[in-house]
Nanobody
């Protein structure tokens, strides 16, 4: 299994970015793909997740109403649309693949998002 995250960059507060995670390899049977982030000096935290099949979604309270996770099953890709970005959203964002919305077995390499004030 390989996960390739992309789309990070530098944006001003209030701006938007769209992250993508392309999954390849033996991904059948894995239920969920999620996004996590890790800011400097902090632990990795959950951001959002979705299931491949049903489209069920989960969001961290800190991003509800601003971030939207979506999936493209045909392309085995999951996107994270991030709007109204805040400086506290600055982090390395990782995508993960796993058997449930709360359990992840594989991780991508991470993509840096920097939000300037």
């Amino acid at each position: 299994v390989q996960l390739q995250a992309s789309g990070g960059g530098l944006v001003q507060a209030g701006g938007s970015l769209r992250l993508s995670c392309a999954a390849s390899g033996r991904i059948l049977g894995y239920y969920a793909l999620g996004w996590f982030r890790q800011a400097p000096g902090k632990e990795r935290e959950f951001v959002a997740a979705t299931s491949w099949s049903s489209g069920i979604t989960r969001y961290a309270d800190s991003v509800k109403g601003r971030f939207t996770i979506s999936r493209d099953g045909a392309k085995s890709t999951v996107n994270l649309q991030m709007n109204s970005l805040k400086p506290e959203d600055t982090a390395v964002y990782f995508c993960g693949l796993g058997p449930s919305l709360s359990s992840y077995s594989y991780w991508g390499q991470g993509t840096l998002v920097t939000v300037s004030s």
